[in-house]
């Protein structure tokens, strides 16, 4: 019973292509986030969303747009992917408390060539 | 501003070994910290969290931390290593309002049989 949930797993296009990752949690929290992990492992916010609402947008590429349908999803549409889109994205969710900590997707490995 | 550095990017043991990992984080208040763990190909799973009280926070596998506040730092240690330990970890601090969590560099743990 996966508590976030994100698909696919791996992710392989050309440049120029828009792609979509979607992600899913059953925990019943109220914040959403996509982080991007680069080859060296580096794990950077993209965006923080809180019931339903953008709360962080890390100075993100506009061709990155999320899209948060409930509080239980949070989607990642990519325009006009680009060599260095290339990363592994992680979806996660938390209850949103400063003193609580995160939970982590298995992560989509996106390669673009 | 708050953040964290994580004091070498590859550690190696030996099996059997006393496991030291070390993180140091600048807060202009009194930091909520977190240790998770990355094994190859997975998500980030939570070890331990330090949010108020005892400053000796013990975790799972065996793994503990203890906050300084004296030094700013939260480092994380295990006894003696296990093969299955090998993995990458990272320390973490929640900003005030728990929206944005920001992780240090990572250190790569090797365990030598």
């Known amino acids: 019973d996966t508590a976030v949930s994100q698909t696919p797993k791996y992710l392989v296009t050309q440049m120029g292509n828009d792609k979509s990752i979607k992600c899913e949690q059953n925990?019943?929290?109220?914040?959403m986030y996509w982080y991007k992990q680069d080859s060296k492992k580096f794990l950077k916010i993209m965006f923080s969303?809180?019931?339903?609402?953008?709360?962080i947008n890390e100075t993100v590429p506009n061709r990155f747009s999320p899209k948060s349908p409930d509080k239980a999803h949070l989607n990642l549409h990519i325009n006009s992917l680009e060599l260095g889109d290339s990363a592994v994205y992680f979806c996660?969710?938390?209850?949103?408390?400063?003193?609580?900590?995160?939970?982590f997707g298995q992560g989509t490995r996106l390669t673009v060539v | 501003a708050q953040s964290v550095t994580q004091l070498g990017s590859h550690v190696s043991v030996s099996e059997g070994a006393l496991v030291l990992l070390r993180c140091n984080y600048s807060?202009?208040?009194?930091?909520?910290l977190f240790w998770y763990v990355q094994y190859p190909n997975q998500g980030l799973q939570l070890l331990l969290k330090?949010?108020?009280?005892?400053?000796l926070v013990k975790g799972i596998n065996g793994f503990e931390a203890e906050f300084k506040k004296s030094e700013t730092s939260f480092h994380l240690t295990k006894p003696s290593a296990h093969m299955s330990d090998a993995a990458e970890y990272f320390c973490?601090?929640?900003?005030?309002?728990?929206?944005?969590?920001?992780f240090g560099a990572g250190t790569r743990l090797f365990v030598k049989a």
């Open positions: 973490a601090v929640i900003l005030t309002g728990g929206f944005k969590t920001i």
């Open positions: 330090y949010t108020t009280g005892a400053t």
């Open positions: 807060s202009s208040v009194p930091p909520y």
């Open positions: 969303y809180n019931n339903k609402e953008l709360i």
């Open positions: 996660a969710s938390s209850t949103g408390s400063p003193n609580t900590e995160a939970f």
């Open positions: 925990l019943g929290h109220d914040t």
